[in-house]
């Protein structure tokens, strides 16, 4: 009997390959646990993995259709059964997680291993107040840890009110960077109240043109370049950017801008970094902290239900959604 609801594709597409189905509900294994998804969300880490675009992406979600048919890379919701040899959560806990290669989050129901990324929201937190929160998160610190930061540093952030911007900027704040964010007219007092020294609105003005010098500069959005920015940066900083860039061009300056920096002048000592995420638990242990201290929330533009996650998916492809957009899940028995 069919006990499941779910969105599943088996090939490899856009939001026209996602299909609201029912499915058995999955069995955990001795080390897993059953989760009740409350929330997840569509984020541009989903929407690459259902198009398996960058194409390097087939190299862990399958060649020529995907391993995984549910999709899903965030959730939060409560362990409502627990293997026979799980030690680490126990049955009613309200946990939360993200990994960049799959979850099958996009279902009423997951089985997910104890040893994967996940927390356990800490008792006075709803629920939907870590909604969202990890995937940006997970993205921004890994911008942020690639750099050595100091208090004070002036760091400017585009595309600020994206999930991984909004985050980016959050913890760049609780960490005492001077932070400018660029972003659109409407998100102005939101970068503010998020702990925005100073705001730029790019609809009115080019970033790049300014005459201004920041630590770094991380783009969240990928819509810059190196070269757009490098006069900007001072000696000795780095740009980063979410996105490989034109022709893959991060990638090679990544590899070779390190080296130019130890040359004599100005003009080389200045480099750019790939940001390639690492451990996803440091993640979940910033975010319980400071979403504890009231430090940190996600930004929620819109909550669309599982039948609607593919008009959520075009929304999410066409790059105009501030913060998360999420799925609001549970299904009240």
Request: aromatic content about 10%.
């Amino acid at each position: 009997m069919f006990d499941l609801k779910a969105i599943k594709y088996t090939q490899y597409g856009g939001q026209e390959v996602l299909q609201y189905v029912e499915l058995d509900r999955p069995v955990p294994g001795r080390n897993d646990l059953l989760v009740k998804v409350h929330f997840g969300t569509v984020n541009r880490t989903d929407c690459a993995t259902v198009r398996a675009k960058p194409w390097f992406m087939r190299l862990v979600t399958g060649l020529f259709k995907p391993k995984k048919e549910i999709p899903g890379t965030e959730f939060a919701g409560e362990v409502i059964e627990a293997g026979k040899e799980v030690t680490k959560f126990k049955v009613g806990d309200r946990v939360f997680g993200f990994n960049d290669t799959g979850l099958e989050s996009w279902a009423e129901y997951l089985v997910i291993s104890e040893e994967d990324h996940l927390g356990v929201i800490p008792e006075k937190i709803k629920i939907e107040e870590v909604a969202g929160t990890l995937e940006g998160a997970h993205y921004g610190y890994n911008f942020i840890n690639k750099v050595t930061m100091r208090e004070g540093d002036r760091i400017l952030v585009n595309g600020a009110s994206g999930a991984i911007g909004s985050a980016t900027l959050q913890i760049l704040a609780n960490m005492g960077a001077h932070v400018t964010a660029v972003c659109s007219t409407n998100n102005i007092e939101l970068m503010k109240s998020l702990g925005a020294g100073q705001v730029i609105d790019y609809t009115l003005q080019d970033f790049t043109a300014l005459d201004e010098e920041y630590n770094h500069i991380f783009d969240t959005v990928g819509k810059s370049s190196f070269s757009k920015c490098r006069k900007l940066i001072k000696e000795g900083g780095v740009y980063i950017s979410s996105e490989m860039g034109k022709n893959s061009e991060n990638v090679f300056y990544s590899l070779f801008t390190p080296l130019l920096s130890r040359l004599p002048g100005r003009f080389y000592r200045k480099k750019v970094v790939f940001p390639v995420p690492r451990n996803v638990t440091d993640t979940i242990q910033l975010v319980t902290k400071l979403v504890s201290e009231g430090k940190f929330k996600a930004v929620v533009d819109r909550t669309y239900n599982l039948q609607t996650v593919p008009d959520a998916f075009g929304y999410v492809e066409r790059g105009e959604k501030t913060g998360s957009v999420l799925i609001g899940i549970v299904r009240v028995t």
